[in-house]
């Protein structure tokens, strides 16, 4: 029996060890951009695009079938007096000639990487909504915290003047004015949470709804200036931005694919082994056999082919035009993102704190009127909301900027 115990111990220990799956409702946004990248179905089919490819490049690399021929008759002399039974067979193995099938390898192989390519572009767009959702989460989070506090103040304060009222201290309007504002208040909480809700669900939707029901996110919304100048990001982006590279192998794809038709005015050849029993005899050799273009040139598709090729180089410069344009203008964005929040860190943010204690002070005490108190209060909470809505804008311009370069900001 004691061992049994100990057995079940020691197999309790080692599970999450072992991996096994245990309860999880907390991720962050890591825990969430990898399950996104494993789970979301987008990414599976364009996974399996890429895997197309790939086979269909290895397809091309096997030779074609080879040919097989069998025949039977009966033989029979002119002068009638002699007959045979013949049969023959023959074997032939078609060879492409070796220019044409280099350039025509090298056209799959090109359009294989331009698919990897838009897959790595897929993953980008992917982790730029999971950033989106999952920042929006921690917005209406924040902003919940905030209206929470709007509402306690707003209870406290109209408790206090109820009691007021009911010994003729203050005025009864001025209690109900506060209800209205408690209402209000509690109203707002509500259309933050029922948001929070709706974007939680977006969320798990994008996960292909792999996270529990009541998951929760940690995280926060920082805020760290960017100090790369633009010329050496615009420089590095272009090296390296996934849509550039596909472009890059289709220009390269349309080019192979160009110079297979050219090749293929040069014979492709095949090879022939044969037997065959006759009337007098067996004749048994090899052939070779040559498909000459004198008639086809395929001067209407190397056209064709050449226009194709024009047309992606020209969607390449236009390309590179377009991501150098977009990097400077989300950068530009960012940027003036970093001046908004400077401007609540440089001591907007410590004002109105001491602003509103007070005006909350002053208003206990009778210094002050309720709607001076109400002007204060509102003015406090929406510089506080306007702050996290500088700090979510701040890291959506931040995930848009790191789509467009290709790889996250440190």
């Given at each position: 029996?004691k061992?049994?115990c100990?057995?079940?111990v020691?197999c309790v220990?080692?599970?999450?060890?072992?991996?096994?799956?245990q309860?999880?409702t907390e991720?962050?946004?890591?825990?969430i951009?990898?399950?996104?990248?494993e789970k979301n179905?987008?990414?599976a089919?364009?996974?399996?695009?890429?895997?197309?490819?790939?086979e269909?490049?290895?397809?091309?690399?096997?030779?074609?079938?080879p040919?097989?021929?069998?025949?039977?008759g009966?033989?029979?002399s002119y002068?009638?007096?002699?007959?045979?039974?013949?049969?023959?067979?023959s074997?032939?193995?078609?060879?492409?000639?070796?220019?044409?099938r280099?350039?025509?390898?090298?056209?799959?192989?090109n359009?294989?990487?331009?698919?990897?390519?838009l897959?790595?572009?897929?993953?980008l767009?992917?982790?730029f909504?999971?950033?989106n959702?999952f920042?929006?989460i921690?917005f209406?989070?924040?902003?919940?915290?905030?209206?929470?506090?709007?509402?306690?103040s707003s209870?406290?304060?109209?408790?206090?003047i109820?009691k007021?009222?009911?010994?003729g201290?203050v005025k009864?309007?001025?209690?109900?004015k506060?209800r209205?504002?408690?209402?209000?208040?509690?109203?707002?909480?509500?259309?933050i949470?029922?948001?929070l809700?709706l974007?939680?669900?977006?969320l798990?939707?994008?996960?292909n709804?792999?996270?529990?029901?009541?998951?929760?996110?940690?995280g926060l919304?920082d805020f760290?200036?960017?100090?790369?100048?633009?010329?050496?990001?615009?420089?590095?982006?272009l090296?390296?931005?996934?849509?550039?590279?596909?472009?890059?192998?289709?220009?390269?794809?349309a080019?192979n694919?160009m110079?297979?038709?050219?090749?293929?005015k040069?014979?492709?050849?095949?090879?022939?082994?044969?037997?065959?029993?006759?009337?007098d005899g067996t004749?048994?050799?090899?052939?070779?056999?040559?498909?000459?273009?004198?008639w086809n040139?395929?001067?209407?598709?190397?056209?064709?082919a050449?226009h194709?090729l024009n047309?992606?180089?020209?969607?390449?410069?236009?390309?590179?035009l377009?991501?150098?344009a977009?990097v400077k203008a989300?950068?530009?964005?960012?940027?003036?993102?970093?001046q908004?929040?400077d401007?609540f860190h440089?001591?907007l943010?410590?004002?109105a704190?001491e602003?509103?204690k007070?005006?909350?002070?002053?208003y206990?005490?009778?210094?002050?009127?309720?709607?001076?108190?109400l002007?204060?209060?509102r003015t406090?909470?929406s510089?506080m909301?306007?702050?996290?809505?500088s700090?979510?804008?701040w890291?959506?311009?931040?995930a848009a900027?790191?789509k467009?370069i290709?790889?996250?900001?440190?």
């Amino acid at each position: 029996m004691k061992k049994l115990c100990l057995f079940f111990v020691c197999c309790v220990l080692l599970l999450p060890a072992l991996g096994f799956p245990q309860d999880k409702t907390e991720f962050t946004l890591e825990d969430i951009i990898r399950i996104g990248l494993e789970k979301n179905p987008s990414i599976a089919a364009s996974h399996s695009q890429v895997l197309a490819k790939q086979e269909a490049l290895l397809a091309a690399k096997r030779l074609s079938n080879p040919e097989f021929e069998f025949q039977a008759g009966k033989g029979e002399s002119y002068n009638g007096l002699e007959t045979r039974n013949t049969s023959g067979f023959s074997i032939s193995q078609p060879i492409e000639n070796p220019f044409k099938r280099h350039h025509r390898l090298l056209m799959y192989e090109n359009d294989w990487k331009a698919s990897e390519n838009l897959s790595a572009f897929s993953k980008l767009e992917l982790v730029f909504e999971i950033k989106n959702l999952f920042f929006r989460i921690l917005f209406f989070k924040n902003i919940e915290e905030l209206a929470q506090k709007n509402l306690d103040s707003s209870t406290e304060i109209q408790s206090l003047i109820e009691k007021r009222a009911q010994f003729g201290e203050v005025k009864e309007l001025e209690a109900i004015k506060l209800r209205v504002e408690t209402l209000k208040a509690q109203n707002e909480l509500n259309k933050i949470r029922t948001e929070l809700a709706l974007v939680k669900e977006s969320l798990n939707s994008l996960l292909n709804n792999s996270l529990p029901p009541n998951f929760s996110v940690r995280g926060l919304l920082d805020f760290l200036p960017f100090s790369e100048d633009e010329e050496s990001l615009v420089t590095k982006t272009l090296l390296s931005f996934p849509l550039i590279k596909q472009k890059e192998f289709e220009v390269k794809a349309a080019l192979n694919n160009m110079s297979r038709l050219k090749w293929k005015k040069l014979p492709d050849f095949k090879l022939t082994g044969f037997s065959h029993k006759e009337l007098d005899g067996t004749n048994k050799g090899f052939g070779l056999s040559l498909n000459i273009p004198l008639w086809n040139l395929n001067a209407r598709d190397i056209a064709e082919a050449e226009h194709t090729l024009n047309q992606r180089e020209a969607e390449l410069r236009a390309l590179l035009l377009d991501i150098s344009a977009e990097v400077k203008a989300k950068l530009s964005k960012l940027h003036l993102s970093e001046q908004t929040l400077d401007l609540f860190h440089t001591g907007l943010l410590k004002q109105a704190e001491e602003s509103l204690k007070i005006s909350e002070v002053s208003y206990k005490e009778g210094e002050i009127s309720l709607i001076d108190y109400l002007d204060s209060q509102r003015t406090f909470f929406s510089i506080m909301f306007d702050y996290q809505d500088s700090l979510f804008t701040w890291n959506m311009d931040k995930a848009a900027l790191e789509k467009t370069i290709g790889e996250d900001i440190k």
